[in-house]
């Protein structure tokens, strides 16, 4: 994305997804490359309906959707999200994929970020399956797991679950307790910390410990003079 600048590569995926369309490259596609292709187009937010369609009436497909791993299903929900192209049908997919999964072998093989960007990706596109947003809190909640996000990972499933509607406290008290820690605080964003702040009152989640390092943060080297007006407007 750097070294070919954001006009020259969004020009390029313009003119690949044109070849795609064509039938006798789509014959030849993959799941894997299919599911990559969503997660470029959404990195150089390149919108082309048609081939977000095509793509996701062909990871849709039962044999294509088990012959992907959580990683590369999250990936290319994230990529539709970014170029907000809702496919219901994929999503229905993805969700009953991955919440149907016995144990969670599958969310297990996810790292924190892409945990986040399903999360992330699922919200935007107002995906609200509770049975998988359950089934991703749990695994956040588990094994210490929530220890290795960083503070982007944790505005970003906190904003997804508030979108959704999804009072789930336990998780967002445990995302504030993490978050709450001074390294956390000292990397957050302006539109991070609005974000996560704008979450806890969403889902009516009063962490005072968490607001009152927040407010410590804000006061810092005057931080909070920083801050635009519509995130100053969440705090």
């Given amino acids: 994305r750097d070294m070919l600048g954001r006009g020259m590569g969004s020009l390029l995926l ?3 997804g044109d070849r795609i369309l064509e039938r006798w490259v789509s014959d030849a596609l993959t799941p894997a490359q299919a599911a990559r292709l969503l997660y470029i187009y959404g990195r150089f937010g390149v919108r082309k309906a048609a081939l977000f369609r095509f793509l996701g009436d062909f990871l849709a497909e039962p044999a294509h ?8 299903l999250a990936l290319a929900v994230w990529g539709l999200a970014k170029c907000e192209y809702v496919h219901r049908q994929y999503l229905d997919g993805v969700a009953r994929s991955l919440a149907d999964d016995a144990g969670g072998r599958r969310l297990r ?10 999360a992330w990706g699922l919200a935007k596109c107002g995906a609200r399956n509770l049975r998988l947003m359950t089934a991703i809190s749990s695994e956040i909640q588990s094994d210490d ?9 944790l505005s970003n499933v906190a904003w997804a679950y508030a979108t959704l ?3 789930d406290k336990p998780l967002l008290n445990a995302i504030a ?21 704008w979450a806890l009152a969403t889902l009516g989640v ?13 006061t810092a080297d005057r931080f909070i003079t920083s801050f635009r007006p519509h ?3 969440n705090v």
């Fill in 231 to 233: 995130n100053l407007g």
């Fill in 109 to 118: 093989e996810c790292d924190s970020q892409v945990i986040s960007l399903l």
């Fill in 165 to 167: 509607q999804i009072d």
């Fill in 145 to 153: 797991f929530l220890t290795i996000f960083n503070s982007q990972d």
């Fill in 206 to 218: 009063r962490h005072v410990e968490f607001m009152q390092a927040v407010s410590r943060q804000l």
């Fill in 65 to 72: 959707l088990d012959a992907l791993n959580a990683k590369q």
């Fill in 14 to 16: 313009h003119r690949l």
């Fill in 177 to 197: 307790t993490q978050a709450m820690q001074p390294l956390y605080l000292a990397a957050f964003t302006e539109a991070e910390i609005s974000s996560t702040l």
